[in-house]
């Protein structure tokens, strides 16, 4: 059975940085797309952040480029986002979602209906 299990959420101040965990078991493929995604309230959940664990390539969202580093921990089968720069805007529920790497692991609908964590908070106060 597969779990993705999310931790590192928590309040920060604009400006601040924060890192999300995702710890994935029962995922036995070593190819495979890890993503990030996030949902605010009232709003799409959209894709953030995805890493294809078979060769580290890492697609990101424009709204994040340049702030948001995604990537992986392969012994410990975890994936991280490192956060920067935290705006107010990104403030939301995020989420880790795992699937087959076909297609690309930046076609962000391609998780729908795969594997989901519970998600982690995360709140930045202007």
């Known amino acids: 059975q597969v779990r993705l299990v999310e931790t590192g959420g928590g309040s920060v101040q604009a400006g601040g940085s924060l890192r999300l965990s995702c710890a994935a078991s029962g995922y036995t493929s070593e190819r495979n797309c890890m993503a990030w995604f996030r949902q605010a309230p009232g709003k799409k959940r959209e894709g953030v952040a995805g890493i294809d664990t078979s060769n580290s390539g890492t697609y990101y969202a424009d709204s994040v480029k340049g702030r948001f580093t995604i990537s992986q921990d392969s012994a410990k089968n975890t994936v991280y986002l490192r956060m920067n720069s935290l705006k107010p805007e990104d403030t939301a529920m995020y989420y880790c979602?795992?699937?087959?790497?076909?297609?690309?692991?930046?076609?962000?609908?391609?998780?729908?209906?795969?594997?989901w964590g519970q998600g982690t908070q995360v709140t930045v106060s202007s």
């Open positions: 979602a795992a699937r087959p790497t076909f297609p690309w692991c930046g076609s962000w609908s391609d998780y729908d209906n795969k594997y």
